[in-house]
């Protein structure tokens, strides 16, 4: 069966095509998605961004310098300053005269002890007294022998006067009379021989009176009374002439080369917070092979506080000297010893051992370790690491000097 279309001019025909128009809607659904995307994207890498820069200072105080952060540190160049050499020293406190004090005769029991350690005397003074009963009669007995002897030589001088009236008479003759001189020297003789041994004897009673031999403070007493003393004894006492102390300081040798007599110290003894000024007296002309150390001796006067046998601390003012002066904030110490840490050519960190000199709100001497054109780092604190990479920064003048 046949069928005929056919279309009038009037008339349109539209097609639509569906599965174009889902395509379409498919596509645009895929770009909103991928426009979404990429804005979430760009978001957290800005977020992430920001996080980093804050975390940044954080990273660099703390000092890993790991996940590619380098951290920041200040540091400073201390160069040469002139700064007053000042040489601390440790030692012994003592007497500068420490005298001891004996029996000067043959000795015997102390009968009395008059002074005590503490006690101030003088030259003369009497410190003890040792039995004398024996001595006493010995010199009783020998100046009963002097006042004999001083007869016999009386009697003799008579004879030769009467001897010499009668040789011009010719009752006695020339060789008689040469006799009793004779005799009448040799009585003169006996005496002054029975007079020295008196002398003797009372100068060995004397002896036994313990005297002091000069003025000062008695720092020991080592006998009692009843005790038997000699001249093998010991001392009896110790005495420090005029009161006079003394620091014994030991130093090396290169710092003794520095010291010379007259030079200003101050000495500080154990438990206490303020210093005894002094003067360097005494440098000792030999090292001790041993110690490689040299005694340097400081007078001091007399303090209550300072007693001999006690430790001290000493600084002597050696001049002046160039030397890098440091902040104290800069230095570091552990069981090794003092230390500072320095950033080489590389920008690494390195340890650097160093001895320190005088410290003052100035700063901090630093005596051997470093030249003065290292770059320290300014407050190292526990974070940085020797071989860790940093990335310094030179501190100002402004904030070096608040530093220190």
Do not use: C
């Amino acid at each position: 069966m046949n069928r005929e279309t056919s279309f009038n001019s009037s008339e349109t025909l539209i097609v639509v095509d569906r599965s174009k128009r889902r395509r379409n809607l498919i596509v645009g659904v895929v770009v909103i998605a991928v426009v979404a995307i990429a804005l979430m994207l760009a978001m957290s890498m800005n977020r992430a961004k920001k996080a980093a820069t804050a975390g940044g200072g954080a990273t660099a105080a703390a000092g890993s310098g790991k996940g590619g952060q380098v951290p920041t540190v200040t540091v400073i160049v201390p160069g040469q300053s002139a700064v007053g050499r000042v040489i601390t020293a440790s030692g012994a406190l003592a007497a500068r005269r420490d005298q001891p004090i004996g029996v000067a005769g043959v000795g015997g029991r102390v009968t009395r002890v008059l002074v005590d350690a503490g006690s101030w005397v003088h030259a003369g003074q009497v410190l003890a007294t040792i039995d004398r009963s024996v001595q006493v009669q010995q010199a009783a007995q020998l100046a009963a022998q002097v006042e004999a002897a001083r007869a016999n030589a009386a009697l003799a001088q008579s004879n030769l006067d009467r001897a010499q009236g009668l040789v011009a008479g010719g009752f006695v003759s020339k060789a008689d009379l040469d006799a009793k001189r004779a005799t009448r020297d040799a009585a003169a003789a006996q005496v002054r021989v029975a007079q020295a041994q008196l002398g003797a004897t009372r100068a060995q009673i004397g002896q036994l009176n313990v005297l002091a031999p000069t003025n000062g403070l008695i720092l020991s007493r080592n006998v009692e009374v009843g005790q038997i003393v000699g001249p093998s004894a010991g001392g009896m006492f110790r005495l420090a002439l005029g009161g006079e102390m003394e620091m014994r300081a030991s130093l090396s040798q290169g710092d003794l080369t520095a010291v010379h007599t007259g030079m200003a110290a101050s000495v500080t003894p154990l438990g206490l917070d303020r210093p005894v000024a002094g003067t360097v007296w005494q440098v000792a002309p030999v090292i001790d092979p041993q110690s490689r150390q040299g005694e340097v001796r400081i007078a001091i006067p007399y303090a209550a506080s300072i007693r001999p046998g006690g430790f001290a601390e000493a600084k002597i003012m050696a001049g002046s000297t160039t030397a890098p002066l440091l902040p104290q904030s800069a230095m570091l110490s552990d069981a090794q010893g003092n230390y500072v840490y320095v950033i080489n050519a590389k920008k690494v960190v390195e340890r650097r051992p160093i001895k320190i000199g005088e410290v003052s709100d100035a700063g901090v001497t630093v005596v051997s370790g470093l030249t003065g054109g290292e770059a320290v780092v300014l407050s190292a604190g526990p974070f940085l690491n020797p071989g860790q990479k940093v990335n310094p920064v030179r501190a100002a003048a402004s904030a070096a000097t608040s530093a220190r």
